[in-house]
């Protein structure tokens, strides 16, 4: 926790060589006192921060994990679900195995 934000990195194993772990930023939330809510962002490509824009703020931490489960558009994970039912190369289909275990260690880091 850095202040009144919180990052989330999720753990996966590297592509072509699983035995090395990547721990990847995933999401912030960033705590707004007076309100009482968590601004929601997401990285994007060029590594820098941004608004998620549709669910900008959640009232807690478990509410932004449900969030980021239903994430249609794949901005926390960087795919969407949608392409999760396309066919898989042995690379992908890892990727595809790697998801639970990230959403496994995010919640081991709250």
């Not at 912030?28 to 009482?36: D, W």
Request: aromatic fraction near 10%.
């Amino acid at each position: 926790m850095n202040g009144q934000s919180k990052e989330l990195f999720g753990i996966r194993p590297r592509l072509g060589k699983p035995e090395n772990k990547l721990e990847l930023p995933v999401a912030k939330a960033t705590y707004v006192k007076t309100r009482v809510l968590w601004n929601v962002y997401r990285q994007r490509a060029e590594l820098k921060w941004h608004r998620y824009d549709p669910a900008p703020q959640v009232a807690s931490l478990e509410k932004l994990l449900s969030l980021m489960g239903e994430d249609e558009g794949g901005c926390f994970f960087g795919w969407a679900k949608t392409n999760l039912t396309r066919p898989a190369s042995a690379d992908y289909a890892e990727v595809i195995h790697s998801r639970a275990a990230i959403t496994f260690s995010l919640l081991l880091l709250l």
